[in-house]
């Protein structure tokens, strides 16, 4: 009954270096997506797919990359970090995409760039 | 440019009384609207939603009321105790079915 897991729950990064924020899921949900919350400014799209293959911008994609090769992963990858990417991270899934499928969300990374 | 505010950031309330959440949205074309609650170090989970086409929902101690002609929709909590004691986001699904969340409002429960 794991749901939606991403890893680490906690990252250092030094400005320029890169790294993939993991997330699986295990209820078999086609839509992804990931978050980011930053104080006063909630939750912001950052990139979603809708099944295995397909993936598209959400509010703030810039900076980040990502894939979806299998129905369950949706990695995120910060090729070159900054510190305006300090922030903590959220993957969400649910069946459809749609505000009307709830949707299930993941414990959070909670990531600095010095 | 924030289409859903949740213009207080924090809210106090002693156990056993109501807690009101505030949420405007600058879209009429919103149709669907969700509440979350996020503990720390967890993520948001879903707590109840309502669709344009009603006014009220309920379920238990919680119910959020719409009002369409003023863009405004609010949680109420009756009554509050503190295991309520969280961070509340509004959301409003957008024409491309996407969510857009609020700013979030931390609701704490005193004893």
């Known amino acids: 009954n794991a749901g939606v897991t991403q890893t680490p729950k906690f990252q250092v990064l030094k400005t320029g270096q890169s790294m993939t924020l993991q997330c699986a899921q295990d209820?078999?949900?086609?839509?992804m997506s990931w978050y980011r919350q930053d104080p006063g400014m909630g939750l912001r799209l950052i990139h979603y797919?809708?099944?295995?293959?397909?993936?598209d911008q959400g509010e703030v994609p810039n900076g980040y990359n990502v894939s979806r090769s299998t129905t369950e992963d949706f990695p995120l990858r910060l090729l070159s970090a900054a510190p305006s990417q300090t922030s903590v991270y959220f993957c969400a899934s649910s069946y459809s995409g749609t505000g009307v499928e709830k949707l299930f969300f993941g414990s959070g990374t909670q990531l600095s760039v010095l | 440019d924030q289409q859903v505010k949740q213009n207080s950031p924090s809210l106090s309330v002693q156990e056993g009384r109501i807690s009101i959440l505030n949420c405007d949205y600058t879209?009429?074309?919103?149709?669907?609207f969700l509440w979350y609650k996020k503990y720390p170090a967890e993520g948001p989970t879903f707590l109840i939603s309502?669709?344009?086409?009603?006014d009220k929902n309920e379920d238990g101690r919680f119910t959020v009321f719409l009002n369409k002609s003023a863009k405004h929709l609010s949680l109420h909590i009756v009554p509050s105790q503190p295991g309520d004691s969280a961070v509340y986001f509004c959301?409003?699904?957008?024409?491309?079915?996407?969510?857009?969340f609020g700013q979030g409002t931390e609701l704490s429960v005193k004893p």
């Open positions: 879209n009429s074309m919103f149709d669907y």
């Open positions: 209820m078999n949900h086609e839509y």
């Open positions: 309502i669709s344009s086409i009603k």
């Open positions: 959301a409003a699904e957008n024409q491309g079915g996407k969510l857009i």
């Open positions: 797919s809708v099944g295995a293959g397909i993936t």
